[in-house]
């Protein structure tokens, strides 16, 4: 069975759990802690990052685009689509995957002047979804596709910094807000992260941030 190695919090993983979930495919899941990196870990994994995905024939892929491309390669795709949609999709993905880094930055800023500054530059990449977003439900239609799956972990750990602090990355953005709701409601959210989720993903987050003052008095 195809193993992903991954780190609890890790929104990289969210979107390869994404795409797995999506075509049903069959895997088991290995968490590891990243300040803790075992040795069996570095030994198989390149660049030393989650997501790594083992495959059936023991082959150690990593870099979460080429295994969302190797996963609709191997199995078949959410939709076909003509070389130009694909280019299309694999780019308004990178629209998100980009900004997972800055997410957590923002998420992670210790006052608000970086809070702020690192918000500024996150809300540029929803403010492009914003004016490409239509009046469906999801990224393309009413269905869940790559893109979406790109823009989930987005998505989801803005929900969860609304819901634990009362801040909204998304204020100002009624489509996206309207295709996180769509994401959340599809049950999609809860089944690419692990139970605990929640608890770590918050642990981290807002303890000791600026975004903890704010969940402190909301
Ligand atoms: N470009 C990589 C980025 C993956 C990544 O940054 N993973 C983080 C966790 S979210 C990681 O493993 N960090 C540990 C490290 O860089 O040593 C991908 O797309 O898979």
């Given at each position: 069975m195809i193993k992903l190695i991954s780190f609890k919090n890790c929104p990289f993983v969210q979107r390869v759990m994404g795409a797995l979930v999506m075509k049903k495919v069959p895997f088991e899941i290995e968490y590891i802690e990243l300040n803790n990196k075992p040795q069996w870990f570095l030994d198989i994994s390149p660049n030393g990052q989650v997501p790594v995905l083992v495959t059936e024939d023991d082959t150690v892929l990593f870099e979460s685009d080429a295994i969302v491309e190797y996963l609709d390669d191997k199995y078949a795709p959410i939709e076909e689509v003509t070389a130009e949609q694909k280019a299309l999709d694999r780019a308004w993905s990178y629209q998100a995957s980009k900004h997972y880094m800055p997410q957590c930055g923002t998420m992670g800023s210790k006052d608000k002047d970086t809070f702020d500054t690192r918000l500024a530059n996150l809300q540029k990449a929803f403010l492009k979804a914003e004016n490409k977003?239509?009046?469906?439900?999801?990224f393309k239609g009413n269905y869940i596709s790559n893109v979406d799956i790109a823009w989930l972990p987005l998505l989801h750990r803005a929900s969860v910094i609304k819901e634990r602090s009362?801040?909204?990355?998304?204020?100002?953005f009624p489509k996206v807000q309207a295709w996180q709701s769509a994401l959340i409601k599809s049950g999609l959210t809860e089944k690419t992260v692990p139970q605990d989720f929640v608890e770590k993903f918050s642990g981290f987050y807002l303890t000791n941030t600026y975004l903890a003052s704010l969940a402190e008095a909301h």
């Open positions: 977003l239509g009046d469906t439900q999801f009362g801040f909204d990355m998304l204020e100002g």
